[in-house]
Nanobody
Framework: QVQLVESGGGLVQAGGSLRLSCAASGRTFSTYAMGWFRQAPGKEREFAATISGNGGYTYYGDSVKGRFTISRDNAKNTVYLQINSLKPEDTAVYYC??????????????????WGRGTQVTVSS
């Protein structure tokens, strides 16, 4: 069982930056692929970014490419999402997720085994 706790969300002006963190419990963090998803009000949850267990592979959703960067620190059991050039349409609850298979990257949410409760990001124009 893995518990995930997101942090770092908040209210920010358009054009600003945020770094979200997701802290994971457990001793085998490096064996999990990690992903970030987001859900805007009234919309379905959307894939943002994913990273393999050793950090060697990353993959991004089309809507965030070039502005979002996913990274991880396995020594700290933490995955990060750096968000730059924030836009009002980035307003959403951001969730991190973990999948047992750390060898790949995964953009389909049903492939993930564990989810955090999310952190709210609100971007004002």
């Amino acid at each position: 069982q893995v518990q995930l706790v997101e942090s770092g969300g908040g209210l920010v002006q358009a054009g600003g930056s945020l770094r979200l963190s997701c802290a994971a419990s457990g001793r085998t963090f490096s064996t999990y692929a990690m992903g970030w998803f987001r859900q805007a009000p009234g919309k379905e949850r959307e894939f943002a970014a994913t990273i393999s267990g050793n950090g060697g592979y990353t993959y991004y959703g089309d809507s965030v490419k070039g502005r979002f960067t996913i990274s991880r620190d396995n020594a700290k059991n933490t995955v990060y999402l750096q968000i730059n050039s924030l836009k009002p349409e980035d307003t959403a609850v951001y969730y991190c997720a973990a999948r047992y298979d750390g060898g790949g990257v995964y953009y389909i949410e049903t492939l993930y085994n564990f989810w955090g409760r999310g952190t709210q990001v609100t971007v004002s124009s």
